[in-house]
């Protein structure tokens, strides 16, 4: 079984930048396409949001209408790391961002069953 671990959360104002990280340890991480979601305060667990998708080897990456254009994920395979490069932040972003893992990049909480425990992003006004 893969672990991962997110960093990188904070509280910004909004227009500012933060840049979220997720170690995966346990297995090889190259073997497993990645995705970022997140969930809204007052938002149940099946109600996470589809942030952004990576292939297993970075070659695709796919994002949610609300993030493209200021969001960018990427991967780095030999440190086991899949990042999350947030830009243009505005309050509608706060969230908790988990990273997950599975198959193939996937555009709903229930196909993934592998997952973080979260880091807390807020934005203020």
């Known amino acids: 079984q893969m672990q991962l671990v997110e960093s990188g959360g904070g509280l910004v104002q909004a227009g500012d930048s933060l840049r979220l990280s997720c170690v995966a340890s346990?297995?090889?991480?190259?073997?497993?396409?990645m995705a970022w979601f997140r969930q809204a305060p007052g938002k149940k667990r099946e109600e996470r949001e589809f942030v952004a998708g990576i292939s297993w080897s970075g070659g695709s990456t796919y994002y949610g209408d609300s993030v493209k254009g200021r969001f960018t994920i990427s991967r780095d395979n030999v440190r086991n790391t899949l990042y999350l490069q947030m830009d243009s932040l505005g309050p509608e972003d706060t969230a908790v961002y988990y990273c997950?893992?599975?198959?193939?990049?996937?555009?709903?909480?229930?196909?993934?069953?592998?997952w973080g425990q979260g880091t807390q992003v807020t934005v203020s006004a």
């Open positions: 346990g297995r090889t991480f190259s073997d497993y396409a």
């Open positions: 997950a893992a599975a198959d193939n990049v996937y555009y709903f909480e229930f196909q993934y069953t592998l």
